[in-house]
């Protein structure tokens, strides 16, 4: 129903209500009725599902397959030996994302409003959530609005609807009936659920609460909206479905030739399908990377809890690669870009202007140049603000820009001896404000152009003089001078009178301007100059003025064509795509609505889009954008619909997100290309040794033993590897580019065929001195070859070769576990004998071998990465 359309007394009888409200006895039953007034913020954590979610994987798939097959051929040892892999992979996901979650529970206090009504004829203050419909309720200013209220009776009354509209200006609001259909923000007669009041006082009927409220709606639709996967999930899950198909026709392919081989050799029999299915089941073990899962999900983790450290909670693991994928940012002005402190920078008499030191609110700045004191007197005294001091921060009440007026005449030392008598609020047709005091003096602050319209004198060297043509132009010079550098300018007036009758906004006395900025914050001009050297694209999309965005732009470093809010409404898809492909970088004075269409249409485009946001008007979008960033300081509902929160608001703090996510997915491409490159290798071995009939070179129990300890150890220190210096310095991973590129790719099949081909030699060859001994021979050459690997692939992504200690640790914990199971007992449970000095000469000759072919190529590869970057 449309409450701003109807008069209250329908309002009343709809709700079986009245002015003096209801008797504690209707409320009770209302209560019952309808339940508790509070919005469901979050989605409930449920532990079993997050769980469960840390199975579905491809590559999991493949492991769960191995184990059953494993268990079909009583291979028992590693059945268990995998599912342990599994299980600790699923485990490690599974408390991650449980604890950022409950992070953010911690984060989203649920601040208990206390609501002032009617009942039984008296006012009475309860606990918001009790509130039913039909309530009488008194509100003032600072109060938090405690649910969808229809104004029956205001004075002066002032609303901040920023968290639902957008609109960082204080609504002006009424209790007259409205006609027409109207969005949110034009419902002037309506007050909204968490919204605040700033000024005034009102007396208004509950008519929506918990979920029906304009803020429950949007929180429901938050809810049913379906989630963006993942670029990196979308990556795994093509690599592992193409590994299984891979891992398949390999396995198929042994099975019928080994097959057609006995059946040749009249073999056929129980035992012999058996062992045939042994070599399949030991190139499937060969061919999936076994710890990958446990890496991937490790690195994500070591991720999350490094972007913790800089201010950015990750609610979903894999939402930290994803940031590395970003290659646009779609960023609100105030708060992240700018610092959301109103500061005045100028001030203009007709004579002279000054600079004013000092930003944020902190008035100890002192004025000391000589200067028109009844220009800060005037913003002083014309003025509903106030600053205050706690915990070491200047901290406001009331509207920003007029506390920045109470600052600049702190400045200027200013003492006021007038008490007001009465006001003329500001409101959206005259634009400005006006006060009269008990020393008969009016003073009148607002729109210059509107104020000069209410001026015939100016004053000039203490003189009152009639204002002319010439100096209203020079007036409106400086003004907008002013406003295209980003400035927000107000102009003031004064006029002495005889009576309180006399109180008219007409034949003032103009004085001067101050001119206030919300400035960049500090660190923002680099980080955007970042974002370009990394080929990230940065759109601001703001409510201000499009003078306002665009200097603003100009000033940090966002430059390209503006468009404004009603630009947007007249464009249709194909339009707004084709200023989108025009370096539209800047949109102003832009609803809701836009910020999905404008994502909506990046998207098409193929573009990764990060989408700040702090107001529950922004959450259907962070909810659509592939990486939904919230700041700290914004509502529950915006933190529920995004991706991570940023703990300080900071713009500088995506660009260190999208930073740790680019390292951390360089770094799991290094553990991918070793593990791969490895496998390729121990695949080609068996592949090739089951085809030509000749005796495994490696068992299953070795292979395991390569993929989980050899390869699983540095693969995992990789996780904690510095990241590439030039990180920020190239351009994001192409849309459609696979887990690893073609020029990765090329490199691990390189080395895996040599490895292998070496390999397959020295069995051949050394087979002759039994087949332990030969075995022992391939299996610590496939061992030392892939701790060569360690470093060659690691130099393919430009580290420096000493900074990773833990890599190094990895590598001769792996060599320190070859010697123990080698010259101990436990050889006998892997087949593998004793090494003597001959065998160690033979593997010292191979490893020399692999490591002058690695470099040879390495260098080939480094020539051919360099050009390709160069061409980008």
Known sequence: ????????????????????????????????????????????????????????????????????????????????????????????????????????????????????????????????????????????????????????????????????????????????????????????????????????????????????????????????????????????????????????????????????????????????????????????????????????????????????????????????????????????????????????????????????????????????????????????????????????????????????????????????????????????????????????????????????????????????????????????DKNEEYAKNAMRVLGFAYKKINSKSQFLENDLVFVGLQAMIDPPRDEVIEAIQKTKLAGIRTIMITGDHKITANAIGKEIGIQGNVLTGDDLSKMNYKELILALENNTNIFARVIPEHKQRIINCLQSLNFTVAMTGDGVNDAPALKKANIGVAVGSGTDVAKEASDIVLLNDSFANIVNAIEEGRGIYDNIQKSIMLLLSGNIGEVLIVFFAALFGMNLPLTAILLLWINLVTDGAPALAYSVDPYGKNIMKRKPRPHNEPILPKEKRNLIFFLGIIGSAIALLIFNKYNYLGIEYARTLVFNFVVLYELVLVYTIRSSFNVKFFSNKLLYMAVILSVLLQILIMYTPLSMYFGIVALDLKGLYILFKSGLLFIFISLFYLNFFNKIFRNKHRKL
């Open 1 to 476: 129903m449309k409450y701003y359309q109807l008069e209250t007394q329908e309002i009343f009888e709809e709700f079986k209500s009245n002015k003096n409200g209801l008797t504690s006895k209707e409320a009770k039953i209302k209560l019952e009725q309808e339940g508790l007034n509070e919005i469901n913020t979050q989605t409930k954590i449920k532990p079993f599902k997050i769980l469960i979610d840390q199975f579905k994987d491809t590559t999991i798939y493949i492991l769960i397959f191995a184990t059953l097959f494993s268990l079909l051929i009583g291979h028992f040892t590693d059945s268990l030996i995998i599912i342990v892999i599994i299980v600790i992979n699923a485990f490690i996901g599974f408390f991650q994302e449980y604890r950022a979650k409950k992070s953010l529970e911690a984060l989203q206090k649920m601040t208990i409003i206390q609501a002032k009504v009617k009942r039984d004829n008296q006012i009475i203050t309860i606990d918001s959530r009790e509130l039913v419909l039909g309530d009488i309720v008194f509100l003032e200013a600072g109060d938090k609005v405690p649910a969808d209220i229809r104004i029956i009776e205001q004075t002066k009354l002032k609303v901040d609807e920023s968290t639902l509209t957008g609109e960082s200006v204080a609504v002006e609001k009424t209790e007259k009936l409205l006609k027409n259909d109207r969005q949110i923000a034009d419902q002037n007669n309506m007050l909204f659920f968490t919204t605040n009041i700033t000024e005034g006082k009102v007396l208004g009927i509950v008519v929506k609460k918990s979920m029906e409220t304009e803020i429950g709606k949007i929180t429901s639709m938050i809810k049913e909206a379906k989630e963006e996967i993942t670029p990196l999930q979308k990556r795994l899950n093509k690599f592992g479905t193409l590994l299984g198909k891979i891992v398949m026709i390999i396995c198929i392919i042994v099975f019928v030739t080994q097959l057609i081989r006995l059946g040749f050799l009249n073999l056929i029999n129980y035992e012999n399908i058996i062992s045939i299915l042994f070599v399949a089941i030991s190139l499937a073990v060969a061919a999936v990377p076994s710890s990958m899962p446990v890496i991937v999900t490790i690195a994500l983790s070591l991720g999350v809890k490094s972007l913790l450290n800089r201010n950015v909670l990750v609610k979903k693991i894999k939402a930290v690669e994803t940031l590395g994928s970003c290659d646009v940012i779609c960023t609100d002005k105030t708060g992240t870009l700018t610092k959301n402190e109103m500061t005045v920078k100028k001030a203009w008499t007709y004579k002279k202007e000054i600079n004013i030191d000092g930003n944020g609110y902190d008035p100890t700045f002192e004025i000391k140049e000589s200067f028109e004191n009844l220009l800060f007197k005037i913003g002083m005294i014309c003025n509903n603000s106030t600053i205050y001091k706690k915990e070491n921060k200047w901290c406001i009440t009331g509207d920003p820009t007029e506390a920045s007026l109470i600052v600049s005449a702190t400045k200027a030392k200013i003492k006021i001896n007038e008490n007001k008598i009465d006001e003329i609020p500001f409101d959206s047709d005259r634009k400005l404000m006006s006060v009269l005091t008990d020393v008969n003096i009016i003073y009148t602050k607002g729109a210059t152009d509107n104020l000069l319209k209410k001026c015939n004198y100016i004053l000039i060297d203490n003189q009152e003089i009639e204002l002319t043509q010439k100096h209203k132009k020079i007036i409106l």
